[in-house]
């Protein structure tokens, strides 16, 4: 997973609380992104970040914030989760601008 | 709006059977054109960058193609660990790095 993780790999919440979600780079890749997948819709984005303090909106970033305070570290957060955030949640980390690399996913289940 | 579409959904081949997958997409200056394989339960995992019509690349019993409207993934003498969802996504001139996905092709290599 190039040097990629997510945690945690697995949630299960309740509508209405905050959830985090962390992904953790060793390869010093200068872009992040989050995406979630869900079932006829693919692969969509959620939001990027292309430095330290450096983000942008993608397709879906409505009721998402994120945050990149160092270079290794992009966190997600569902500031009040909904069911309809109900989904699996990939990171993914790209050198330049053309091909990006994935991590493991985390799996999360709003109640 | 950039658009990506997989066809088809879902292909059942026997071990040894040749065959192709498809994505047409429209882009507005395409930057790039990605294939990946998933697993089940894993991440998106890297296979090919085209960038230009008449561009292949081959990978094992892989071999991606490109012209202006799509690209094709063919698969030639397919064993059963070949089997996954292949996605295809395209980068635009005018999208920074992020990417458009399909919705993806389910392949299944039966013994």
């Known amino acids: 997973d190039a040097g990629i993780t997510q945690s945690p790999r697995h949630k299960v919440t309740e509508t209405g609380t905050p959830v985090t979600l962390r992904c953790h780079q060793t390869?010093?890749?200068?872009?992040m992104y989050w995406y979630r997948q869900d079932p006829g819709h693919g692969l969509r984005l959620i939001h990027y970040?292309?430095?330290?303090?450096?983000?942008d909106k993608g397709e879906v970033s409505d009721g998402y914030s994120v945050s990149r305070s160092k270079t290794e570290d992009f966190l997600l957060t569902l500031e009040s989760a909904t069911s309809s955030q109900t989904s699996v949640y990939f990171c993914?980390?790209?050198?330049?601008?053309?091909?990006?690399?994935f991590g493991p996913g985390t799996r999360l289940t709003v109640t | 709006e950039d658009q990506v579409t997989q066809s088809p959904e879902a292909l059942r081949l026997q071990e040894g059977e040749s065959s192709s997958l498809n994505c047409s997409y429209t882009?507005?200056?395409?930057?790039?054109l990605f294939w990946y394989r998933q697993d089940p339960g894993k991440g998106p995992e890297f296979l090919f960058t085209?960038?230009?019509a008449g561009e292949e690349k081959e990978k094992e019993r892989l071999k991606a193609t490109l012209t202006k409207k799509e690209s094709f993934l063919h698969i030639t003498a397919p064993k059963p660990e070949d089997s996954a969802t292949y996605l295809c996504?395209?980068?635009?001139?005018?999208?920074?790095?992020?990417?458009?996905f399909g919705e993806g092709t389910q392949l299944t290599v039966n013994p």
């Open positions: 993914a980390i790209s050198a330049s601008t053309y091909e990006q690399y």
């Open positions: 390869e010093n890749h200068r872009y």
């Open positions: 970040s292309y430095g330290v303090k450096d983000t």
């Open positions: 882009v507005s200056g395409l930057r790039g």
């Open positions: 085209l960038y230009s």
């Open positions: 996504a395209v980068q635009a001139g005018t999208s920074g790095s992020r990417l458009t």
